[in-house]
């Protein structure tokens, strides 16, 4: 356990290194923490706090700088919002869900001057209008439109080929007998009944439930703004092998949105430093990450990833804004 003095010469510390990027001396630590110790206490202190591997030395000099674990133990126990809050919060616009959520993501990157993310909402599996339409033998091209007007096309194989004319009157009957429905519900109601269609109809629905349904797993999407703000950390300018691995951190959408989903089970503003999380395997990578709600229910996750010197009373500030633009923004369209 730190006492008072260390808690409050690694604050000072950590806050110093946020602000400047440069690595703290004892003298310029006794200064910064506005208390009177001589150096050589102040230097006592740091090597105890390097030895807790809090803070460390990244070359030659005397100076330190935090370690992960260092800025986890600044979150947790000596975080202080005491910026001021923002007089206009940024607009979030769009006449479209998709457009919304972009828009979201590029304030995010805009305000943190760093990269925003936002995994959007699951697209609903209730379906407003179906079609078939033959593309050639056994090959189907399935058309779900959502009652929001959002498209879904997939390309199924049947175990026979099936005219046209088949394929309207199949149509017509989804459409006629459960537009309005959730492909789930679509599906448990053509376990009874599908004994009384014709065969190829009936592998016809088997199909389209099925393709629905992959369309509506692989529907989240994680959309990122501002990778190119990392070009400008100079953190990173030094070492281009750290920011080509951010960037491949960038293409792998899965493993963003894996993380995101986590963020999305807990409340409020949530944190990962360094290598932390799996998900980002990346000493020098922090994610700040908040749920946002549509019309009360939590739909998905947005968030700030930049370095591990990011100003976390900022972008704790920024994202939990942000959530709440978002999801008033989507729970209220123009």
Do not use: W
């Amino acid at each position: 356990m730190l006492d008072d003095r260390a808690k409050l010469l690694l604050k000072a510390l950590v806050e110093r290194y946020i602000a400047d990027g440069q690595p703290v001396g004892s003298r310029t630590l006794s200064r910064a923490a506005g208390i009177e110790l001589s150096p050589a206490t102040v230097r006592n202190v740091m090597a105890d706090l390097e030895e807790l591997g809090l803070i460390a030395s990244p070359h030659t000099s005397a100076g330190r700088i935090p370690t992960a674990r260092g800025y986890r133990l600044f979150v947790d126990t000596m975080l202080t919002a005491e910026r001021p809050a923002m007089t206009e919060p940024p607009a979030i616009i769009g006449d479209q869900p998709q457009k919304v959520i972009a828009n979201a993501a590029q304030v995010l990157s805009n305000l943190s001057q760093f990269v925003g993310v936002v995994m959007a909402p699951r697209r609903s599996s209730v379906f407003r209008h179906i079609e078939f339409l033959r593309l050639s033998v056994k090959r189907i091209l399935v058309i779900i439109v959502s009652p929001d007007g959002d498209v879904q096309n997939r390309v199924v194989v049947t175990e026979a080929d099936i005219a046209q004319p088949r394929l309207v009157e199949a149509a017509n009957f989804l459409n006629q007998n459960y537009a309005g429905l959730a492909i789930e519900q679509v599906r448990e109601r053509i376990k009874s009944e599908v004994q009384a269609l014709q065969n190829e109809i009936a592998s016809l629905m088997q199909a389209a439930v099925d393709a629905s349904s992959d369309a509506s797993a692989e529907a989240d999407e994680v959309v990122i703004s501002g990778e190119r703000n990392l070009l400008a950390v100079s953190d990173f300018s030094s070492d281009m092998g750290q920011l080509r691995r951010a960037f491949d951190l960038f293409e792998q959408k899965t493993q963003l949105m894996r993380l995101l989903e986590v963020s999305s089970q807990a409340e409020g503003v949530r944190i990962y430093i360094g290598g932390e999380s799996r998900v980002v395997p990346i000493e020098e990578l922090s994610v700040v990450s908040a749920p946002y709600e549509v019309n009360g229910q939590v739909v998905g996750t947005l968030g700030v990833i930049g370095p591990t010197r990011m100003a976390y009373d900022r972008m704790i500030q920024i994202v939990d804004i942000t959530s709440r633009l978002l999801g008033n923004a989507l729970s209220h369209p123009k």
